[in-house]
């Protein structure tokens, strides 16, 4: 184990009655990259990302976070060590106003969030702070709106945005940009190419000219276990992630190229 | 960054009209709860103000966080019960019995919640109901509870030892003033810093543990201060009507509370108390007319056309409709 890898799995393994969805993954983040997993429909990425935060509790395997096991760790722990999710539906909290949806990611360490005789006007103090972070979205004109009534694409904004406030070590990203047009891909990649600064990310992505744009690393799962391992350059030309990638995505990885 | 900050004080100001229109719309209510016993029946009033906290009670847990408690019941009983024996046996004054009341169900429901609060939708409100029915036996068995009997001739005794609540006008209005702190201690725990993280659970629990959220105990404390509330309806009642009976136990009791809370509107501050005044006057009428024995059929039926048709209930349908007409 080393220092330079924030966040390791060994013989990550979660089966599902009896179907094994995630099989024996090997992962090693390094500090401060860009690290991509990718994979067909089906391939298990979704499943790993519940296990490293443990929204779901694995069969077999360790992570370390920092060289330290988290492996007794609830999920909220978790984020709180600084290691901090996103779900590959949009999830924010449609009926709250954007600002409010920051606003809660940043009012944890008031330390006053179980104080249910104070007035709710003692979080503004946190305004300007989610003012900003929505600024860096380019949501700062949406603060008072109803989250729900937001464009999907502004939505995953406002979620990188809550992500953010929480000033993460390391970001888990479930396909930012899927379900997007073209000119809000563009825009999300260059937010998170700017979110990345001084933090590491594992993202989970389907477009590919996005994982070249961004990733420095990359991690094929299929069926559950890792494929091929490297940069862009190297995993796309493996010919079995080409062969995986057949049918459901081949277009793509040419598409890519 | 100035059009947001002109944008976000256009914003206030709108946010403080409706304030404005609120507390406008809260002191006619109070100006008419404070002559209403010259013109309607106290009891009658005091029943529909116990119930009213009983149905808020129930909402914070159902509106703000999500939680649909098929027990509530136990809370409302134990807390009569206990007032109810305190006062029979012991001479002290009833706020000290009503305090003691709502002891009791804040321990109990802290007992259910940690039981239940780990599951999800049905799996919750069926263990909510396990435990209430496990309370609803006990109640019958044990000795201090008057067994089929309940607790009768309860004294309702002087308050803090000065007022005598045998006064029914007297009673009437300690009465409302409990009924006002439970429903601002309401609208505050909504309004505050820990409703805003029950208000991110209830829409997204994921992600609000994502954010680092232990969610299961925010959802343990709403369901310890609603129990809290719902026992302090009960103990009140107890005193109002020198009784407490096993059918505040019964699971009837969990649904009626539901009803009145769905009629009014869930997750509305108001909702429950329009809903609670709504289905005792119904009830009211209804069993001294010739339908009495059609009560709960006609309830019933109120019921399914609520769910079917206007599910955001009394209030919350007129919320959408000024939405749409006035917005
Ligand atoms: N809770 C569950 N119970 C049973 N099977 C599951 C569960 N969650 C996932 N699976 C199965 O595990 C496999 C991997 O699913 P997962 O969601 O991790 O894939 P993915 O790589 O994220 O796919 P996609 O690209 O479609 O998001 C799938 O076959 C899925 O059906
Ligand atoms: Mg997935």
């Known amino acids: 184990m080393s220092q330079e890898f924030v966040l390791e799995a060994r013989g990550l393994t979660k089966e599902f009655r009896g179907f094994t969805a995630v099989d024996s993954v090997d992962l090693q983040v390094k500090e401060g990259t860009i690290h991509a997993l990718i994979g067909p429909n089906g391939a298990g990425k979704t499943t790993v990302f519940n296990l490293l935060t443990k929204y779901l509790t694995p069969t077999r395997g360790d992570i370390r976070y920092r060289d330290k096991s988290i492996n007794a760790m609830s999920s909220n722990e978790i984020a709180r060590l600084g290691m901090v999710r996103s779900f590959q539906i949009s999830a924010v909290f449609p009926h709250m106003t954007v600002l409010e949806n920051v606003r809660v990611a940043l009012q944890r360490p008031l330390g006053n969030s179980f104080h249910f005789w104070k007035h709710e006007r003692v979080l503004n103090k946190l305004n300007d702070r ?7 979205v380019g949501l700062a004109d949406y603060a008072d709106i109803t989250t729900v009534e937001l464009p999907y694409g502004r939505k995953r904004a406002l979620e990188l945005a809550t992500t953010l406030a929480l000033e993460p070590t390391v970001m888990l990203l479930d396909e930012p940009t899927q379900g997007m047009g073209h000119e809000d891909v563009d825009r999300v990649v260059e937010l998170i190419r700017e979110a990345a600064k001084g933090r590491t990310v594992l993202m989970v992505e389907h477009n590919l000219s996005v994982v070249s744009k961004l990733c420095d690393k990359i991690t094929v799962l299929a069926r559950g276990a890792v494929l091929a391992e490297g940069d862009y350059a190297t995993v796309s030309q493996d010919p079995r992630v080409r062969e995986a990638y057949m049918g459901s995505d081949d277009t793509q990885v040419e598409g890519a190229h | 960054m100035a059009t947001t900050d002109t944008k976000i004080s256009a914003a206030q100001l709108a946010k403080q009209a409706e304030n404005r229109r609120r507390n406008i719309f809260y002191l006619v209510l109070l100006a008419l709860a404070l002559v209403a016993p010259f013109v309607a029946y106290p009891v009658f009033l005091m029943k529909i103000l116990c119930f009213a906290l009983f149905a808020c009670a129930f909402n914070l847990l159902l509106g703000y966080a999500g939680l ?13 019960y206990m007032t109810g024996f305190l006062l029979s046996t012991y001479s002290i004054t009833p706020e000290i019995g009503i305090i003691t009341g709502t002891l009791a169900s804040t321990v109990l429901g802290t007992f259910f919640g940690i039981l239940s609060i780990r599951r999800q939708g049905i799996y919750f409100a069926m263990i909510t109901l396990a435990l209430a029915q496990m309370v609803f036996f006990m109640y019958l068995q044990a000795d201090f509870t008057g067994g089929e009997d309940g607790l009768q001739g309860v004294p309702r005794g002087n308050l803090f030892g000065i007022f005598d609540l045998s006064n029914n006008l007297t009673m009437y209005y300690f009465v409302l003033a409990v009924f006002i702190f439970g429903f601002l201690l309401i609208q505050r725990t909504v309004h505050s810093p820990f409703g805003q993280v029950l208000k991110a659970i209830r829409e997204n629990e994921p992600r609000a543990i994502s954010l680092g959220y232990n969610t299961d105990v925010y959802k343990l404390v709403a369901f310890v201060i609603s129990a809290a509330i ?12 020198q009784l407490a009976s096993l059918g505040d136990a019964h699971w009837h009791m969990s649904g009626e509370v539901i009803l009145m809370t769905l009629v009014g509107g869930v997750g509305t501050l108001f909702g429950p108390v329009l809903g609670a005044g709504f289905v005792l006057t119904l009830e009211h009428q209804l069993s001294q007319s010739f339908l009495g024995d059609w009560v709960d059929v006609i309830l019933g039926v109120i019921f399914v056309v609520c769910v079917l048709t206007f599910r955001a209930g009394i209030v919350g349908e007129v919320q959408k409709f000024m939405k749409k007409n006035f917005n």
Do not use: P, Y
């Open chain 1, 130 to 136: 989610a003012l900003e972070l929505l600024d860096s």
């Open chain 2, 68 to 80: 649909l408690s098929f027990g509530h019941a136990a809370f409302l009983a134990t807390g009569g």
């Open chain 2, 230 to 241: 719902a026992g302090l309806a009960g103990s009140t009642k107890t005193v109002v009507f």
